[in-house]
């Protein structure tokens, strides 16, 4: 499209030595996830500096007060060739000289006011004030009247007969516009253009690239077009930079020319595919110093470049669980003192472990971005993270920043914060990194909220599809191996003995700091014990939070506090690292229906175990042989006593 500008004659007369500023456009409400919302603001004259002003848009809400919830501080910009300046996401186009969020702006009841001053003069919930103002906009999208803004704003003496402008209903299609008259309009939006579609002529031009993904190795043309031919040679260059992504990465010409009289120039971009696994990348194309009498129609254009190089773990997906592989980073004697305890004893010395105020550690909520990246990373990829529920790999870099969910991934708490209790603060958005916690206990519930072991990456549509529903109420979604049911059984049933004021119970309910349902997820814990996944990314919360999850450690734990041995005096189960003092094999492990003891000399007693501890059978066996186990598929404790010593053994039964 082109944009033209005749300056506005009314604007003209009487021009002072200090150039007036207006807000010219607005567009609070766009259909769908309000990508494309924008503020458009105009000067008296063109090319005109914005050092000394500030946006500050207004929350007129019942909870917002009619204060403030964002600012855009203008020092170094200046408008264009029209008297312009855009401020909106890179979504918009043209593309705005001032860049926010995607979904940034309310919609009304609400107001956006220019002032003369600084962001610094606006912290977050400052009431609206009529001091320093240079203009403003009270707009609704068919909401009422917030009379209490109108009345702060008609305290100005230019302002005394301000109203309230309604844009439309929401997910509506215009914006609302300044008329030359000083009065407002409501219409299809003109972002980068005068309302009245007078003016000078500027160029668009616009970037395309045919796929949105590429490997390293590959290669794509990137084809720049203007709306109208050039006149004179069009000299202009690109970067790919951004963050970890350098020209290390890439080769190609950068530096282009669209020849005079042509409209069109494509450049070749090679990837580097080198040997090292740094992770997928974006590559962000975007222009340098373009002339200011061309558009960037769009700009700042995202490339995912799939690094090649990922790494996959010794383990299996949960989905296709190993067992045995990944050993307990639990420390020596670490559930010593749960030893020949039992009821509430046995409860109260597991809480003085995992939540010992001395050496328990609290991350922040935007830690656990990390955190997860680390603890649910993909074992058959290392540049993704598996998926809670939807039972799938999904990129890291995928992670959810805005209201636009589909294909993204997000923090999901087994626990709904609804229901336990614990919101987030100030604080908690800060990334700090594993080594600036929080001192914590069992009294401190809000640290729930960015507790690793109680959270889990998830697709973020299916998060918002579970919201905060009780486990058997929610099963995940259909046509899924619900590989996940024993890890967020689990992960709650931890949460009721590491924080006072949460509890599982059976049933649906609708208490606060209680979750459901008991039985149901007794059972998951039971048919879907933990896995190498699992024990994986307890070790790895371990080395941020200095606390383990006991029933992935030691899952019979589970039945001597809820289960069939509740009452019962616990004693630990040895693991198959601590007992390895006979040279004797089991295999197949997996296995379908049978093993195969190797390596017995003399007389031995051989006894199996469910996971949570329950004898199933017992053999007496002299020298090498095969046993037919026939049990289900599952886990299973295998132990050998034999003079002299002990093997324990954690079995796999699967299916044939």
Same mark, same amino acid.
Request: charged content about 20%; overall charge negative; glycine content about 8%.
């Given at each position: 499209m082109k944009y033209l500008l005749?300056?506005?004659?009314?604007?003209?007369?009487?021009?002072?030595?200090?150039?007036?500023?207006?807000? =010219?456009?607005?567009?609070?409400?766009?259909? $769908?996830?309000?990508?494309?919302?924008?503020?458009?603001?105009?000067?008296?004259?063109?090319?005109?500096?914005?050092?000394?002003?500030?946006?500050?848009?207004? !929350?007129?809400?019942?909870?917002? !007060?009619?204060?403030?919830?964002?600012?855009v501080d203008l020092d170094g910009y200046v408008t264009d060739v029209n008297g312009l300046l855009l401020i909106g996401s890179n979504s918009v186009s043209p593309v705005p000289q001032v860049l926010i969020p995607e979904n940034t702006i309310q919609n009304g009841a609400d107001a956006v006011a220019i002032y003369a001053g600084s962001d610094t003069d606006f912290p977050e919930e400052t009431v609206a004030t009529i001091e320093d103002l240079i203009d403003v906009l009270i707009y609704d999208t068919s909401d009422a009247?917030?009379?209490?803004?109108?009345?702060?704003?008609?305290? #100005?003496?230019?302002?005394?007969?301000?109203?309230?402008? =309604?844009?439309g209903s929401s997910n509506n299609t215009n914006s609302i516009q300044r008329k030359n008259d000083g009065s407002y309009t409501s219409t299809v939006p003109t972002p980068g253009a005068l309302n009245d579609? *007078?003016?000078?002529?500027?160029?668009?031009?616009?970037?395309?690239?045919?796929?949105?993904?590429?490997?390293?190795?590959? *290669?794509?043309?990137?084809?720049?077009?203007?709306?109208?031919?050039?006149?004179?040679?069009?000299?202009?260059?690109?970067?790919?930079?951004?963050?970890?992504?350098?020209?290390?990465?890439? *080769? /190609?010409?950068?530096?282009?020319?669209?020849?005079?009289?042509?409209?069109?120039?494509?450049?070749?971009?090679?990837?580097?595919?080198?040997?090292?696994?740094?992770?997928?990348?974006?590559?962000?194309?975007?222009?340098? !110093?373009?002339s200011p009498d061309f558009l960037a129609l769009n700009n700042n254009v995202q490339i995912r470049v799939v690094d090649n190089d990922f790494v996959v773990a010794p383990f299996g997906v949960p989905t296709n669980p190993t067992y045995g592989i990944v050993p307990s980073t639990q420390p020596a004697g670490y559930y010593n003192d749960l030893d020949e305890k039992a009821g509430e004893d046995l409860r109260e010395a597991l809480q003085d472990i995992i939540a010992d105020p001395d050496v328990?550690?609290?991350?922040?909520?935007?830690?656990?971005?990390?955190?997860?990246?680390?603890?649910?990373?993909?074992?058959?990829?290392?540049?993704?993270?598996?998926?809670?529920?939807?039972?799938? /790999?999904?990129?890291k870099l995928d992670f959810q920043t805005s209201s636009n969910s589909a294909g993204k991934?997000?923090?999901?708490?087994?626990?709904?914060?609804?229901?336990?209790?614990?919101?987030?603060?100030?604080?908690?958005?800060?990334?700090?990194?594993?080594?600036?916690?929080?001192?914590?206990?069992?009294?401190?519930?809000?640290? /729930?909220?960015?507790?690793? #072991?109680?959270?889990?990456?998830?697709?973020?549509?299916?998060?918002?599809?579970?919201?905060?529903? #009780?486990?058997?109420?929610?099963?995940?979604?259909?046509?899924?191996?619900?590989?996940?049911? /024993?890890?967020?059984?689990?992960?709650?049933?931890?949460?009721?003995?590491?924080?006072?004021?949460?509890?599982?119970?059976?049933?649906?309910?609708?208490?606060?700091?209680?979750? $459901?349902?008991?039985?149901?997820?007794?059972?998951? #814990?039971?048919?879907?014990?933990?896995?190498?996944?699992?024990?994986?990314?307890?070790?790895?919360?371990?080395?941020?939070?200095?606390?383990?999850?006991?029933?992935?450690?030691?899952?019979?734990?589970?039945?001597?506090?809820?289960g069939d041995e509740v009452g019962e005096e616990w004693s630990q189960v040895v693991s198959t690292q601590e007992v390895a003092t006979l040279d004797v094999r089991v295999f197949p492990n997996p296995t379908s229906d049978r093993v195969f003891i190797q390596g017995l000399e003399g007389a031995a007693r051989l006894e199996l175990y469910a996971v949570h501890g329950q004898k199933l059978n017992s053999y007496t066996v002299v020298g090498d042989l095969e046993i037919e186990l026939n049990v289900p598929s599952g886990v299973y404790i295998l132990s050998i006593k034999l003079e002299g010593g002990v093997k324990t053994t954690r079995l796999v039964v699967r299916e044939e």
């Open positions: 005749t300056w506005i004659s009314c604007l003209l007369i009487g021009t002072t030595a200090t150039a007036q500023l207006v807000i =010219n456009e607005l567009d609070a409400d766009t259909p $769908g996830i309000d990508n494309m919302e924008f503020l458009e603001l105009l000067s008296d004259t063109p090319n005109f500096p914005l050092d000394g002003y500030v946006v500050v848009f207004f !929350n007129g809400s019942a909870n917002g !007060n009619n204060s403030s919830y964002f600012t009247d917030d009379v209490d803004m109108i009345n702060i704003f008609k305290m #100005h003496p230019d302002f005394g007969d301000i109203e309230q402008i =309604n844009e579609g *007078t003016g000078i002529e500027l160029n668009g031009i616009e970037m395309e690239i045919a796929q949105t993904q590429y490997e390293e190795g590959e *290669t794509f043309d990137i084809v720049f077009t203007t709306e109208e031919n050039v006149l004179t040679a069009l000299n202009f260059e690109i970067t790919l930079n951004d963050a970890f992504f350098d020209n290390e990465d890439y *080769t /190609g010409n950068t530096a282009l020319t669209i020849a005079a009289g042509q409209n069109t120039v494509t450049t070749t971009i090679t990837l580097t595919d080198d040997s090292l696994d740094e992770g997928d990348e974006v590559a962000v194309v975007q222009f340098v !110093n373009l328990v550690r609290a991350q922040t909520y935007t830690d656990i971005i990390d955190m997860l990246n680390e603890a649910d990373q993909n074992p058959a990829n290392s540049n993704q993270v598996w998926l809670v529920y939807s039972e799938e /790999g999904r990129a991934w997000n923090r999901e708490h087994t626990f709904p914060r609804s229901r336990a209790g614990y919101q987030s603060i100030p604080e908690d958005e800060e990334q700090d990194g594993i080594n600036v916690f929080w001192v914590t206990s069992a009294d401190s519930l809000r640290h /729930g909220n960015s507790d690793g #072991h109680a959270l889990r990456a998830a697709d973020a549509q299916e998060n918002g599809a579970r919201s905060n529903k #009780h486990y058997g109420e929610y099963i995940g979604p259909a046509g899924t191996l619900g590989s996940f049911r /024993g890890d967020v059984a689990r992960s709650v049933l931890y949460l009721e003995i590491r924080y006072n004021g949460l509890s599982i119970v059976n049933g649906f309910p609708e208490i606060d700091g209680q979750l $459901g349902d008991l039985a149901t997820l007794l059972d998951w #814990h039971r048919n879907d014990p933990p896995d190498d996944f699992e024990m994986n990314r307890n070790n790895v919360i371990y080395n941020w939070q200095r606390n383990r999850n006991p029933f992935i450690d030691q899952p019979d734990l589970v039945e001597y506090i809820w």
